[in-house]
């Protein structure tokens, strides 16, 4: 418990030094200093600083990768799917907020081993979401005009500019935000049958709603 709350008193003080002062304006020393830790208990946790940089990276990518997997697990329709997928991806950004920001900024500074890993799972990501899409096309849930690689990655892009924009404290909960998007991707997508499914429509009113 105690290395536990080590590494994350290092992870959250680097966090803060590398998003006021940027990835190579820190040392180890700063870090160490900061968070009261030593340079022994950093490099129990972080073999270096790229790796804790790294670790920054991967903890909210592989947390939205885990969840997509577990909703297509759970759910068997592609709108469930993608319901689900879109809610823990806006999610994502509240709970990481200062890791994604800090990934906004250093991302080029991350070593081509780190980097390959982080664009793996990136990678991983995108075609969970462009494979719900073609099966929705398949079973007539959605659109086929919309070509599935534009839908994707605009789903990707208009949730990745949050990090512009969204505000803890803003005048929308996270989840009001999920809502919004949900409503705004889904309904562009889905067919004229779809809508008209009654079990679509109450998975929709229940998931896609401001309750």
């Known amino acids: 418990m105690v290395e536990k709350q080590l590494k994350e008193r290092i992870i959250e003080t680097a966090l803060t030094l590398f998003e006021k002062y940027g990835y190579h304006g820190v040392t180890v020393d700063r870090i160490v200093a900061e968070c009261g830790a030593s340079k022994g208990g ?3 946790n972080f073999k270096s600083k790229d790796e804790l940089l790294y670790h920054i990276h991967d903890v909210f990518i592989t947390y939205v990768l885990n969840k997509a997997q577990e909703a297509y697990v759970k759910y068997k329709t592609p709108t469930k799917r993608l319901c689900a997928i879109i809610h823990s991806f806006v999610r994502v950004f509240h709970i990481y907020k200062p890791h994604i920001t800090v990934f906004n900024q250093e ?4 070593k081509p081993a780190y980097a390959e890993k982080i664009n793996e799972k990136r ?3 995108k075609q969970i979401i462009f ?3 073609r099966e929705g096309i398949e079973a007539k ?3 086929s005009e919309v070509p599935v690689e534009i839908a994707g990655l605009s789903i990707i892009g208009m949730v990745n500019w949050m990090y512009k924009w969204y505000k803890p404290d803003g005048p929308m909960s ?6 919004a998007f949900n409503d705004l991707i889904l309904h562009s997508l889905l067919t004229e049958e779809a809508k008209r499914d009654e079990d679509i ?3 929709l009113l229940s998931h ?4």
Do not use: G
């Open 107 to 110: 991302a080029a500074y991350l």
């Open 201 to 203: 429509s109450s998975f």
């Open 174 to 179: 996270i989840e009001q935000i999920a809502v």
């Open 141 to 143: 849930q959605f659109r």
């Open 42 to 44: 950093f490099y129990h």
């Open 131 to 133: 494979q719900v899409l």
């Open 123 to 125: 990678e991983q990501y």
């Open 208 to 211: 896609v709603s401001d309750e």
